[in-house]
């Protein structure tokens, strides 16, 4: 697979939306563009291998990964499409000095306290809390199908 910079990343996530025909209904491919700028600091090619995962974005570091090894081109729009629709509807915040953030449908989380859970009070990642999430499955199932709406119609 080609490695991209940032700006080329963003570029070709942007020429795959096409006419934007999926999220034109409820964001401007500027504003999607704007918020792409924002969220990602870092582009990183990984040669993914055994490790289990293709690729990911890590909203704490703003950093997209990329199994460097895919070479399938439809699997390869694919991730870049999931991950940068995580990156589009990523939101960071800081309560009491801590950053938290939350990415795409999340509902909710809850926190390691000892040996039991306790719920957050909010829907954001706790960067140095052990953490489970409610909805995880939601978020990824739903960023899925517009994954195959956006680039099926293309």
């Not at 570029?11 to 401007?28: C, P, R, T, W």
């Not at 040996?115 to 999430?133: C, D, E, I, Q, V």
Request: with cysteine; proline share 1%.
């Amino acid at each position: 697979m080609k490695e991209m910079n940032k700006e080329e990343l963003i570029e070709y996530f942007i020429s795959l939306l096409g006419d934007n025909h999926v999220l034109g209904k409820y964001i401007s491919l500027e504003e999607i563009k704007a918020r792409l700028e924002k969220n990602i600091e870092h582009v990183e090619f990984v040669d993914c291998g055994a490790r289990g995962f293709s690729s990911y974005y890590n909203a704490m570091t703003k950093t997209i990964k990329i199994d460097s090894s895919l070479s399938n081109p439809q699997i390869i729009n694919s991730v870049i499409v999931h991950e940068l629709l995580h990156a589009i509807s990523c939101s960071n915040k800081t309560n009491n000095g801590v950053v938290t953030s939350k990415v795409g449908l999340e509902l909710d989380q809850h926190l390691l306290d000892g040996h039991s859970w306790k719920n957050m009070k909010n829907w954001f990642y706790a960067g140095n809390n052990k953490y489970r999430l409610l909805g995880r499955c939601q978020n990824e199932g739903l960023t899925e199908i517009l994954v195959d709406e956006i680039l099926r119609k293309r």
